[in-house]
């Protein structure tokens, strides 16, 4: 089934909770990667991609709707102007596979959901988006479930390693080094002097070749 995915992406100055090891240039190159990633899965899966930018942007397998009003209100009024089935998909998501997204749209309940790890939502797909609205940041995903209830939908909670990881804070880094193989993000890390190590108490972390780092 051929579906449409809608990708919140923010170009300019993104993931601040980043800043303690990349600078602005690196977040902004950064989470254009995570982006890449995210279009390769989604075209992949056989779905069209339409990236909702708080700022302009080219994107040569996306259309872009430039929406310049904080994160909820941009993709409710994209959910508006839907009239078939809708894939919400965040652009901090470079683990994602084809495989993955293919499970949520083959779901046979009115809609499907991947929780992210503290709270959030990270994937939502909607049978019936003009009946739905977001309401992303806190608990997002307890939100989520209660809208679901007021618009009576039935719904399937998809429990997934790659799809619930997503790159916010520093210890995240660690997912792309060990599991994404292939990913530009993973390039782009590497590429930028990150590696896995282990800590005093023998966890993973990462760390950065400090010849590479600009802070
Ligand atoms: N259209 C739109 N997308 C947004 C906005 N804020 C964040 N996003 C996107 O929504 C997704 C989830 O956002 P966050 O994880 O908070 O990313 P972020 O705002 O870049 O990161 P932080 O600055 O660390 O909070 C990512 O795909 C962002 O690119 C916004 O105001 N409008
Ligand atoms: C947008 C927000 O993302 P987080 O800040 O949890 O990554 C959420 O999932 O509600």
Redesign the pocket.
Known sequence: MYFHALIPFKPVNPKTRLSCILNQEEREAFARVMLEDVIAAVQKSGCSATLLCTHPFKHENALIAVRTEP?NDAINWALGQFHCPALII?ADLPLVTAGDIQRLIRTEKDMAIVP?R?????IIFLKKPRCFHAD???A?FLDHLRVAEECGFSVEVIDSFRMST?V?EKEDLVEILIHGKGRKSREYLENSGFSIALDEKGRVRVQRDPHKETL
């Open positions: 994160l965040m992210g503290g709270g959030g939502t990270n992303y940041y806190g997002s997503d916010d």
